[in-house]
């Protein structure tokens, strides 16, 4: 199903590999788990940690997902474009929440 970028051989012992900016497939809380779990590469971790972050907010899953960007930025600070893309979904969760408190205010 999953097929990776040409130097990576797009499998690793028939677990699925990311591949590219986005995903090829629909991807799930599980399939990002287990190539988070499986994977050795750093890179394919970060992402399904990542994934995992973006679709935990999809659920309205809001600290799930704001834990799983922590986990990316303290476990891999060398994926720069991977840490930075989760420190944006963390700004844009803190800025909904405030909104959120300022709407409430207002009542």
């Not at 051989?9 to 990311?18: E, H, K, N, Y």
């Not at 994926?79 to 959120?100: D, M, N, P, S, T």
Request: proline share 6%; no cysteine.
């Amino acid at each position: 199903d999953y097929s990776g970028p040409p130097e990576s051989g797009g499998w690793d012992g028939g677990r699925p590999r990311l591949r590219g900016e986005g995903y090829d497939r629909p991807m799930t809380i599980d399939k990002a788990r287990q190539i988070y779990v499986h994977s050795r590469v750093p890179h394919e971790r970060a992402r399904a940690l990542l994934m995992m972050g973006k679709l935990r907010e999809k659920q309205g899953n809001r600290l799930g997902a704001r834990k799983a960007y922590e986990q990316v930025i303290r476990e891999f600070p060398d994926q720069k474009r991977i840490v930075q893309q989760a420190r944006q979904r963390l700004k844009q969760l803190f800025w909904e929440k405030k909104q959120k408190q300022k709407r409430r205010q207002r009542r």
